[in-house]
């Protein structure tokens, strides 16, 4: 698996501004988590979705292809980053 956390900077009041995703050896994204202005968080799986966050439907590449864009800020992350941001969108305690 490797996991990404992506600022998107934009002045869009209904869209994300972070976005942490876990992708798979076939390259989809297997969770996703978004946070939004003022903190209201949306999270979709392979099952559910929440928020109205859903995944993408299309393979995700090399990072670098997004950080060419300059809209975007983004970061390889390690696991533990990803479930804490995962546990907060879900209501836990991280």
């Known amino acids: ?43 979709a799986d392979e099952r559910r979705e929440h928020g109205g966050t859903s995944l993408a439907d299309v393979p995700f590449g090399d990072i670098e292809e997004v950080r060419a864009q300059a809209e975007f800020t983004a970061f390889v992350i390690l696991r533990e980053e990803f479930e804490g941001a995962w546990k907060r969108a879900m209501g836990e305690s991280a």
Do not use: Q
């Not at 934009?10 to 869209?15: G, N, P, Q, S, V």
């Not at 989809?28 to 978004?34: L, P, T």
């Open 1 to 43: 698996m490797r996991y990404w956390k992506v600022y998107w900077h934009h002045d869009f009041t209904a869209e994300p501004v972070a976005i942490y995703s876990e992708i798979g050896p076939d390259d989809g994204e297997s969770r996703r988590v978004e946070e939004f202005r003022g903190g209201r968080t949306g999270w």
